[in-house]
């Protein structure tokens, strides 16, 4: 697999061009309404680090995990999602740091793990463009969009260019999802550290 990508890595961008580095925590929550009347809520935050042509999204543990024993216990769902814009599109590489290892993704594999395709939702996290726009609010402006399975509202901050609230709610009331984003502190390029890191293809993981 060509790794030419991840040369774009190491590209610098002059200072008095380039945008200040976005640093943001996420806090996810979902509630399902089973149909035995048994609501079950997931909660989880994750981290968010955009500069330039690059965003790093890694989830918030409680403690660090154990480096695995072999390729095969590498856990990927809880991997860095590390991306680097290609066009309208998006270069997509899962990451575990404490196995030290990039494992670069072909396009035809983002699907099986919930990764964008596309660098509006990979650096935005939500696509605004096919929301109707709503009420300003402080630096903000509500969207929009009602369709036959669910309800979604953004209030989407225009400085950070990233939304402060997502909510979406199912047609049938069952399922909720939201989503809240503020500012945080951290490394402002994270990626820097994976330029040591093994790469591996997908398939070097096995089944």
């Known amino acids: 697999m060509k790794r030419a990508w991840l040369v774009l890595a190491s590209v610098v961008v002059p200072a008095s061009v380039a945008a200040a580095p976005v640093v943001v925590r996420i806090h996810h929550e979902s509630t399902i309404l089973g149909t035995d009347g048994v609501s ?21 543990l409680p403690a660090a995990l154990p480096k695995a024993t072999d390729l095969h216990d590498v856990d990927l769902h809880v991997a860095v999602r590390w991306f680097v814009r290609s066009g309208d599109g998006v270069r997509a590489a899962l990451v575990s740091v404490p196995d030290e290892l990039v494992v670069e993704l072909e396009p035809a594999s983002l699907d099986s793990f919930a990764i964008p395709a596309r660098w509006v939702e990979a650096a935005n996290l939500v696509d605004i463009s ?22 979604t509202r953004v209030l989407w901050d225009r400085a950070l260019n990233l939304p402060r609230r997502v909510e979406i709610r199912s047609s049938n009331g069952r399922i909720t999802t939201r989503m809240t984003v503020i500012r945080d502190t951290g490394d402002p390029r994270p990626w820097q550290r994976a330029r040591r890191f093994r790469r591996i293809d997908r398939s070097d993981l096995g089944d």
Request: hydrophobic share 30%; charged share 45%; aromatic share 10%.
């Open 130 to 151: 096919s929301l109707e726009p709503g009420r300003a609010e402080d630096g903000a402006r509500w969207y929009e969009r009602r369709d036959a399975a669910a309800t």
């Open 40 to 60: 079950r809520t997931e909660r989880y935050d994750e981290r968010l680090v955009r500069d330039g042509d690059q965003v790093w999204i890694e989830r918030v």
